[in-house]
């Protein structure tokens, strides 16, 4: 079993708060991906699961086991980094091998586990070559390599994939989600990426700074499809989705306005100020005169498949995603925009916390 739990978990650097109130349970055998933007704290929550940094407060637990205190060789943990730390002057085999090497196991168990991880990663044509003759994507497969051998209960990826071009990072996502349905472990994956998370996860936990959480990190856990269809509340709603949601303050009154469009009744009980969030693939471009939100189109961003259409309106700027290649929106054109019937969301402006359902 290798079920982590973080129990009322804090982290502090001298006086200053980086991680606090932390709760959270990994299912055994599940692939979460922490994500959130810079200073949140999703890559000091992994040292901690790593025995890599103390906690200030709360207890980990692996296992049902609590590691808090523990030394990180004493937790059966692997972590991969977003650089590669491989030795220039060791051999693919010899990098892969090196932690059996230092925990003094044989050389015939060496070269068998080794063996059995570069047939899991494709590396058997390249155990002989050294790091330099290697492209990004076979160093950052070696890295993993090293980590496979141990037969770890948890993986660990600190952005792996942060350092290598466009191409390699889609080509090096599909290695780390292949090689979850060979071995499976439990695996935390943590990213500033919001398409990594997205297409990797089978949840996602949302981390946000203290400052911006109100006090804690955590916003939401759950899956994809769930976070990005009912957010709750406004910083996953704006976090997760590209372009981001629009938003829209809601004025007084009991039906919710859109433009010259009703689109219901406020939730019963609330009467405080509103945003009315929509992202973009759910909004329409109709033609000036028509019901909606009047506006008139500033830019227009095409992007082969799609544009992404910006519109100038009395409530802000509002972008349009066309999906649609019939469909040719042209800058300085007047046109009325008109959401999705059912596809919105309401948040509280006071306490960005979604509102209704």
């Not at 050389?107 to 494709?122: G, N, Q, S, T, Y």
């Not at 942060?162 to 990213?191: F, H, K, Q």
């Not at 990190?217 to 996953?236: D, H, I, K, S, T």
């Not at 649609?324 to 948040?347: I, M, N, W, Y």
């Amino acid at each position: 079993m290798a079920e982590i739990e973080f129990k009322s978990v804090a982290k502090s650097f001298d006086k200053v708060g980086v991680i606090a109130g932390l709760d959270l349970r990994v299912q055994d055998g599940e692939f979460i991906v922490f994500v959130g933007p810079s200073g949140c704290g999703k890559s000091t929550a992994l040292r901690m699961i790593a025995g890599l940094e103390e906690t200030t407060a709360g207890d980990i637990q692996i296992g049902g086991r609590s590691v808090t205190g523990l030394a990180p060789s004493d937790r059966n943990v692997a972590m991969v980094f977003q650089s590669y730390a491989l030795y220039p002057h060791m051999t693919v085999a010899g990098n892969i091998g090196f932690p059996l090497k230092m925990a003094g196991r044989p050389a015939a168990e060496i070269a068998l586990r080794v063996k059995e991880a570069a047939d899991v990663l494709d590396l058997g044509p390249y155990l002989g070559r050294r790091p330099a003759q290697l492209s990004g994507g076979q160093r950052q497969r070696v890295a993993l390599g090293r980590a496979i051998v141990r037969h770890p209960d948890v993986f660990l990826f600190d952005e792996p994939l942060s350092n290598l071009d466009a191409d390699l990072r889609v080509s090096m996502r599909g290695e780390i989600m292949r090689l979850r349905e060979r071995i499976r472990a439990t695996m935390i994956y943590v990213t500033h990426d919001q398409t990594e998370a997205m297409t990797m996860g089978d949840r996602i936990a949302v981390f946000a700074p203290l400052k911006d959480g109100h006090g804690r990190n955590l916003m939401q856990v759950g899956r994809p499809e769930e976070l990005y269809e009912r957010p709750a509340n406004l910083f996953v709603a704006r976090f997760l989705g590209s372009p981001k949601m629009n938003l829209i303050e809601v004025g007084e009154g009991e039906m919710l306005p859109f433009g010259t469009m009703d689109l219901g009744p406020r939730p019963d009980g609330h009467h405080g100020a509103l945003l009315l969030g929509v992202r973009p693939e759910d909004i329409r471009i109709a033609g000036a005169g028509t019901p909606g939100l009047a506006g008139r189109i500033r830019l227009v961003e095409a992007l082969g498949a799609e544009y992404y259409v910006h519109v100038e309106t009395e409530a802000g700027e509002l972008i349009v995603r066309v999906m649609d290649k019939r469909l040719r929106p042209v800058s300085g054109e007047a046109v009325a925009l008109q959401p999705a019937s059912t596809a919105f969301h309401l948040f509280d402006k006071a306490t960005g916390s979604r509102v209704g359902g």
